[in-house]
Structure formats: C-alpha cells, structure tokens
T-cell receptor, first 116, second 111 residues
Framework: GAVVSQHPSRVICKSGTSVKIECRSL??????MFWYRQFPKKSLMLMAT?????????EQGVEKDKFLINHASLTLSTLTVTSAHPEDSSFYIC????????????FGPGTRLTVT | GNSVTQMEGPVTLSEEAFLTINCTYTATGYPSLFWYVQYPGEGLQLLLK?????DKGSNKGFEATYRKETTSFHLEKGSVQVSDSAVYFCALRGRTDKLIFGTGTRLQVFP
C-alpha cells in the first residue's frame, strides 16, 4: 500500500515551453503532497507543500509563478514548470502523506526534466 | 538552520561485508531522524527511524542509533546483500515538520 506514481518519468522540452508533471497517490487519499527538487550529488530540496483544495505553500527562493502547483483532488497534484529554461533541468520528486500519519511521507519515483 | 551531512559514495562492498554509512546532523531541539532507501527506478522508501536520543531504529537487518552526544545517526548492517544496492538518504525532521535530507550515498554490493 501507499504507492505514489509520477508521470512522466522523463521529459525533454525546449526552452520557453511549459511542462506538467503529475503526482498520484494510487491506493490512498493524500491530504498533503510535497514537491522536491534534486540536483546532481545534492540533497532533495523541498520546493512546496500543497494541501487539497488550497494554495500551495512555497519555500523561500522558489518562484511560485514559475512552478505552478495544483492539488485538485486527494489523489492528484501537478507541478507545471512554466517557460522552462535549461537551468530548470533537474530531478523532481513528489511525496504524499495521509491525514492519520501526517509525518510519514510516501515518495514517487521522480521525473527527470531536461530543457534544451 | 537544520542540516544533514552524510558520507559521499559510492560505497562498494562485497556480499556479506559489514556496512556503515555515516550521518551527522545539525539541529535545534530534538529532531526525529530517518534513513530512506531508493532502489533503482523507484521512489524513496522509509527504511528506519528514531524519534528520541538513544533510540535504535531497525529494519531488514539495518540499524541506526540516535546519538545526541555526537549528533549522529550512522546506518549499519552486518552482512550486506546484492539486493541492498541502492541510494541511502539520511534525513531529519525538526520543529517545522519538514524533512531535511542529506545528499544520499550510493551503495554497490558485488557478489
């Protein structure tokens, strides 16, 4: 149980275009979803926290207009990288938690974004 | 602020060797400490955790003890298997409930 999927697993896009990454909790309802970014040989950095039906809370230094997060249902959150640039190339990971175990996060397999 | 430092990899071992992956942390107060494992192509999975000083987390033969005096949470396993090959992340959760991760250590176990 507690499986989280991400789609796509890899995406290549051209500079200036937007790309959407989906995060789904497959067998549970996630009250909170988290989006992380991982640079090579660096730790996972929390970008934002989103609760279903409300606006995401972004970490300091993360541009909310560039990284649009929508948490429309208890099983789906999306991250849209708008007007992507090569420096946005990274590994994006989502996680989800349940209301009854808010401190336990279940992670997706990640999405590799390459902007050319 | 809170931070986690773990040894750089890769750590390369033969099957049945003893494993130690070092992890130290900096935090105010009394954080909870975690080890996550990421197998190839999969998401991070919680391996073990400890919520207070001197607690020992254990799972699948892995152990880590919360040492407040040395601010450490080293991961150990007495006899590794090829199937343990993965990336291991040390993490803490402090007062803000956010997870702070180390950079990850890749373990490669050869037969």
């Amino acid at each position: 149980g507690a499986v989280v999927s991400q789609h796509p697993s890899r995406v290549i896009c051209k500079s200036g275009t937007s790309v959407k990454i989906e995060c789904r909790s497959l067998d549970f309802q996630a009250t909170t979803m988290f989006w992380y970014r991982q640079f090579p040989k660096k730790s996972l950095m929390l970008m934002a926290t989103s609760n279903e039906g409300s606006k995401a809370t972004y970490e300091q230094g993360v541009e909310k207009d560039k990284f649009l997060i929508n948490h429309a249902s208890l099983t789906l959150s999306t991250l849209t990288v708008t007007s992507a640039h090569p420096e946005d190339s990274s590994f994006y990971i989502c996680s989800a938690s349940l209301a009854r175990t808010p401190y336990e996060q279940y992670f997706g397999p990640g999405t590799r974004l390459t902007v050319t | 602020g809170n931070s986690v430092t773990q040894m750089e990899g890769p750590v390369t071992l033969s099957e049945e060797a003893f494993l130690t992956i070092n992890c130290t942390y900096t935090a105010t107060g009394y954080p909870s400490l975690f080890w996550y494992v990421q197998y190839p192509g999969e998401g991070l999975q919680l391996l073990l955790k400890a919520t207070k000083a001197d607690d020992k987390g254990s799972n699948k033969g892995f152990e880590a003890t919360y040492r407040k005096e040395t601010t450490s949470f080293h991961l150990e396993k007495g006899s590794v298997q090829v199937s343990d090959s993965a990336v291991y992340f040390c993490a803490l959760r402090g007062r803000t409930d956010k997870l702070i991760f180390g950079t990850g250590t890749r373990l490669q176990v050869f037969p």
